[in-house]
């Protein structure tokens, strides 16, 4: 909704902005864009003009200028009509440090309000000058020669496709095979017909819920969770029931067990294979146990297995699916190949997999065939790229987290057991905050609450360790004087919503 807000209505919504700790005008704009992205001043407002601003303030009419145009090169502001700029956030698809970006596993937040508030941590949201580091993203280049070569094989067995339609709601045989091997081979006997291909693991979850869940249902979440599926429960209009991880490690059995006996939700969401953000693996007594309580909550237990793959310290866990076959798996070929495959499966029992490729339909109408066949061999030389790609994460792994405790001494971490990010505590609340300040000293940041519900994390950022360690200590530095920065001016930090008192449970 479209409105004006005068200077003094701003003005006691800025509070104390001045501190001095930076050039006003900087300041005033930091302040009036977080006010913008914590939804405190709605979307398309005019802002006061610039005179009476300044007069209001008492700070002259040069300062507000400026810190009007910053807002104006940020996408914070429109230039409107006369002076009066109206309150926007930034358009989509704006260039990154590694190219363009509109998706995948960011804290990427869409839309106003709330969800602007996250926007200031994703990707999509932001205009990115080039030369950022991105860690929004916890994602991987391509094992590059591997895939091409997939593809490269996928075209000579084209042919013998192209008098077909071209059209399969399932998938391609030979991938489907190829997957159900994988299973097989890991103690969950599986044939190709409990298979279905889908473009990558957000899709596969799409499709699940439209099948399992129906409007106004509960699904379960871990906490904090993957945002994207955090998402895609609320679009598909399902209410997630969120259930706290413990602050340093494992997953709270008891806990789980008891919301889902109480709520009996219609589904679970968990991440057991690298738990993103936090890295945990779930061990085989814990997995036993969960898969028991969601049989006698009559709750689907959905698993995503996306991160599987990334196992940094070989720790060895099942597949869930060997535990129980009514669970439903999800994977994915983007972390352990590339993200940029679109590839991606739901393993489940038959008669279920061919209510998830009626549900497909009305999304699409199958995945291109191309990059299915490509796929096959990717999964069946799964082997071949992973040792150098976990030898790099490990070593990017134990560098960011030394340099976390050599320039960050008052952030506590834990040790992921394998994945692509660290889940970090901040000494203070201040998660939203630094995401916003970060761009300034270089880096991209996802900020905690884009991984809970209700405002939750803003005491916790997900630091990944995709990059180099040259780059994660340029991106370390920046972090300590994006931090810096806050302490010295308490009124970008206060500026936020107080995180709720406690974990919602
Ligand atoms: C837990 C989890 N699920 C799903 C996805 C999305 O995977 P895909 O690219 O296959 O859609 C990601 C990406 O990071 C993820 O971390």
New binding site residues.
């Given amino acids: 909704m479209s409105g004006s807000l005068n200077a003094s209505s701003l003005a006691r919504l800025l509070g104390a902005w001045n501190v001095g700790a930076a050039p006003a005008y900087r300041e005033l704009a930091d302040v009036v864009r977080l006010l913008v992205l914590d939804g405190r001043v709605a979307l398309d407002v005019a802002l006061p003009s610039e005179r009476s601003l300044a007069a209001t303030l008492g700070v002259s009419r040069t300062t507000v200028t400026a810190a009007y145009s910053l807002l104006r090169e940020q996408g914070f502001l429109s230039s409107g009509q006369g002076s009066r700029g109206r309150t926007c956030i930034p358009h989509h698809g704006t260039r990154t440090a590694g190219g363009t970006r509109n998706g ?2 960011s804290a990427s937040g869409h839309g106003a309000g709330t969800d602007a508030l996250s926007t200031l941590s994703g990707p999509p949201g932001l205009a990115v000058p080039d030369g950022l580091l991105d860690l929004a993203y ?2 991987l280049p391509a094992s590059g020669e591997v895939v091409h070569r997939a593809f490269a094989t996928a075209l000579t067995e084209l042919p013998a496709l192209l008098p077909g339609f071209g059209y399969d709601a399932l998938g391609v045989g030979p991938l489907r095979a190829a997957i159900a091997a994988r299973y097989s081979s890991e103690g969950a006997p599986t044939t190709a017909d409990q298979i279905l291909v889908t473009s ?4 596969a979850l799409n499709i699940v819920l439209r099948t399992l869940a129906g409007r106004a249902d509960k699904v379960l979440v871990e906490h904090p969770t ?1 945002p ?2 955090l998402d895609a429960i609320r679009a598909a209009g399902c209410r997630p029931a969120p259930v706290a991880m413990p602050p340093d490690s494992g997953w709270d059995l008891d806990a789980l067990e008891a919301a889902l006996l109480q709520l009996r939700p219609a589904m679970a969401y968990v ?1 057991p294979d690298f738990h ?1 953000p936090t890295g945990r693996l779930m061990s085989d007594p814990q997995r036993r146990r969960l898969v028991r309580a969601a049989a006698a909550a009559g709750t689907v237990l959905v698993v ?1 297995e ?2 599987r793959e990334l196992n940094l310290d070989a720790a060895s866990a099942g597949r869930m699916a060997a535990f129980s076959s009514a669970v439903v798996s999800i994977g ?1 070929l ?2 352990s190949h590339w ?1 940029g495959l679109r590839t ?1 499966w739901i393993r489940a029992s038959e008669p279920l997999i061919q209510r998830f490729a009626a549900a497909r339909t009305t999304m699409d109408l199958g995945g291109p065939v191309v990059e299915q066949l490509a796929a096959a061999h990717l999964v069946t030389a799964l082997s071949e790229p992973l040792p150098a790609r976990l030898e790099a994460l490990r070593g990017n792994r134990d560098a960011l987290l030394g340099l976390i405790t050599e320039h960050l001494p008052t952030w506590q971490t834990e040790r992921p057991d394998g994945g692509l990010s660290v889940w970090c505590r901040l000494p203070v609340p201040m998660s939203t905050a630094l995401a916003v300040v970060a761009p300034d000293f270089g880096v991209r940041l996802a900020a905690g609450p884009r991984f809970g519900v209700g405002g939750a994390f803003e005491r916790y950022v997900r630091v990944p360790f995709t990059l180099p360690p040259e780059q994660l200590e340029t991106a370390v530095l920046a972090l300590r004087g994006a931090q810096d920065r806050l302490e010295r001016s308490p009124q970008l930090r206060r500026t936020l919503p107080a995180p709720p008192a406690a974990a919602i449970a």
Avoid at 200 to 203: I, K, N
């Fill in positions: 995948g596993d916890a994602s990558g693991a957000q899709h993957y994207n599926a991440v993103n995503d996306t991160l994915s983007s972390k993200a991606g």
